[in-house]
Every structure is written in structure tokens, then in C-alpha cells.
């Protein structure tokens, strides 16, 4: 270990090259310092990161279960509490920990008012077991559990809604953020852990081996989420919609297009209906956000 902050997550573990999870975990931990503990949950990032007796872990790490990560992490912060001590407390989870199995954990320690920052790196599906759907993965993405074939064109459910749901816990602060855009997911990591009270974070984390794309594309699969507006980067404030990140929409096509996990929406022919369907859900996210920059028309 150097000390430099960007070192708290050492690089030498298992992930895959060009793992969404793996940027979002070095960029966490270099907004929070390592004045921390981190609660992690069962998934791709706990596995790829500790192999016994191997950590990248430079800092203080616990390993739960997908049920109690939040509530390990209430516990870590009663304890540091009655030792006047002053780390922060930083739960971790896929999307399969968050959104579904660690959900009623989670949501007990937000109505309790913990002051902790919950951090879920978002790929969209089960994806250390093998690719299954979960309550994260988008419309129409083919997974094992939601395979596209004659008659299916993949997960028939959109995507839950996780930070409106936290939003609505009272939280004071909520935000969404992509390791696409590093600056931003810094500092909104740095402004959760600053806040006293439960805080959300949701990192969208796209994942090479999941989505069906070559590592070296993950910043450019990322940025295109959200130039099409199936993923908004904002922040909510005491329930506020406060700053959203603004683009020139493209098509979704030009997404749907890099993932394998959508090919069967243009092979053997383009499925117009289906991808005006998620044209649709893009085009709500911006009149729900606000999104879309006004050109001005030429003269
Ligand atoms: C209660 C429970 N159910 C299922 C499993 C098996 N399991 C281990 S990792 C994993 C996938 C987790 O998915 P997610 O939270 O999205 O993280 P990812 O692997 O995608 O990074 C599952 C289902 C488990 N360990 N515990
Ligand atoms: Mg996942």
C-alpha cells in the first residue's frame, strides 16, 4: 500500500477485464479515504476481491450475507457510535443484494436513520451465479433466467425504480452515478458519506462478460446509456430532484446495438414494436428528469 487514496483497491484480484464493479469499487473508496469500513455483500465484487487468503481490501472489510449486509453495517455503526470513533460506514452490493434479496435489511436501516451510505454497483443481473435476471435488469435484456428465443424477446419486467423507493424512505440524499463518468461518481460518493443519515447511491456498472460486449467497451457502453436516456445520473436532496446530467438524446438503438444481451432485438430482423417500446421508456426518463438539452435550429 502506498497511502495514495487510489490505491485502496489494490489491483492484482479476479475480476474480468473492464469490470464495471471493479472501477466503481477503486473510484468508492478513493472519494471516501481511508478513515472507513466497508459492509460487503455476497456477489461478483465479493468474490473477485477476497480470494482467501487475498484481499484488494485496504481498508477495514466485512463480508455479510446478501439478507444482512444493512443491518452488519447498523451494527458496525452502533459499535464506532459508543467508541466515539469516526469512521464511516460504507454497505456495498450488486443489484441482486439491493434490489431484491438485502431489500427489507436495507430499507429497516433507512427507516431507523442510520448514518451510513448504502453504495449498490448496478450490472444489471445475478451475474455471479451465472447471468440470472434480477429486479434491475432492463426490458427485454436476455439473461439465463430471461432468455430471448421464438417466444421471448427476453425480461418482460422494466427495471425497479431503487432510488425513488429509498427517496421515499426520507433519505436525505440519493443519488445515481456511472463509472462512465468518474468525476461525477467521486464526488457524489464523497457527498453521501458527508451526510449524516442514511444515504443511497446507485452505480450503474455495465459488465463485459453479462451484457455480452469486449472489455475495452465499458466506458463507451456506459456513456451511452446515458446519451440515450435509459439511465439518468442525478441527485436527490431531501427527496428533491436537485442536479440531473443533460444530453443530446441519441436513438437507444445505437445501446441496444453493443450489448449481445439485446442481439435478438435486430437478428434475424429489427424488432420495431420492442425497441419502441424501450424508446419509450427513454423518452419518459427525460420528461420525468428533464434531460434533453434544446438545440438551438439554425437560422
Ligand atoms: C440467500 C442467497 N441466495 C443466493 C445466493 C447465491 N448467489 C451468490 S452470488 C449471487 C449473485 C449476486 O448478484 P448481485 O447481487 O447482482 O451481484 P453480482 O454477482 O451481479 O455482482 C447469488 C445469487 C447466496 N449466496 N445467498
Ligand atoms: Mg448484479
Given amino acids: 500500500m502506498t497511502g495514495e487514496a487510489c490505491d485502496l483497491f489494490s489491483c492484482g484480484h479476479r475480476a474480468c477485464g473492464g469490470c464495471g464493479a471493479a472501477m466503481a469499487s477503486?473510484?468508492?473508496?478513493?472519494a471516501t479515504g481511508d478513515n472507513v469500513i466497508v459492509c460487503s455483500a455476497t456477489g461478483c465484487l465479493e468474490v473477485f476481491s477476497t480470494p482467501y487468503p487475498e484481499t484488494s481490501w485496504n481498508v477495514?472489510?466485512?463480508h455479510s450475507l446478501f439478507?444482512?449486509?444493512?443491518?452488519v453495517a447498523s451494527g458496525v455503526v452502533a459499535s464506532l457510535k459508543k467508541q466515539a470513533r469516526t469512521e464511516k460506514v460504507v454497505a456495498i452490493g450488486?443489484?441482486?443484494a439491493t434490489l431484491d434479496i438485502g431489500m427489507g435489511c436495507i430499507s429497516g436501516a433507512f427507516e431507523r436513520g442510520t448514518d451510513f451510505t448504502y453504495i449498490c454497483y448496478d450490472n444489471e443481473a445475478y451475474m455471479n451465479t451465472g447471468i440470472q435476471r434480477s429486479g434491475s435488469t432492463p426490458y427485454d435484456a436476455s439473461?439465463?433466467?430471461?432468455?430471448?428465443?421464438?417466444?421471448?424477446?427476453g425480461n418482460k419486467r422494466p427495471k425497479k425504480d431503487m432510488p425513488r423507493i429509498m427517496a421515499a424512505h426520507g433519505a436525505p440524499y440519493v443519488a445515481t452515478t456511472s463509472i462512465a463518468f468518474p468525476a461525477d461518481l467521486v464526488e457524489k460518493v464523497k457527498r453521501a458519506v458527508e451526510t449524516e443519515g442514511p444515504s443511497y447511491v446507485q452505480v450503474h456498472a455495465p459488465c463485459c462478460t453479462g451484457w455480452g460486449f469486449e472489455g475495452?467497451?465499458?466506458?463507451?457502453i456506459g456513456k451511452m446509456a446515458i446519451e440515450t436516456g435509459l439511465w439518468v445520473n442525478y441527485e436527490m436532496v431531501d427527496g428533491e430532484l436537485k442536479k440531473v446530467k443533460k444530453v443530446v438524446r441519441k436513438p437507444v438503438d445505437e445501446y441496444l446495438k453493443m450489448q449481445k444481451r439485446f442481439r435478438h432485438l435486430f437478428k434475424p430482423k429489427r424488432a420495431d414494436e420492442e425497441i419502441a417500446k424501450i424508446q419509450a421508456m427513454a423518452d419518459k426518463n427525460a420528461a420525468l428528469y428533464g434531460i434533453d438539452i434544446q438545440l438551438k435550429k439554425k437560422e
Fill in 26 to 30: 477503486r473510484l468508492i473508496l478513493e
Fill in 94 to 96: 450488486g443489484d441482486g
Fill in 67 to 71: 439478507e444482512n449486509n444493512s443491518a
Fill in 216 to 220: 475495452a467497451q465499458t466506458m463507451a
Fill in 60 to 62: 477495514p472489510w466485512v
Fill in 143 to 153: 439473461t439465463t433466467t430471461s432468455p430471448a428465443g421464438k417466444c421471448s424477446f
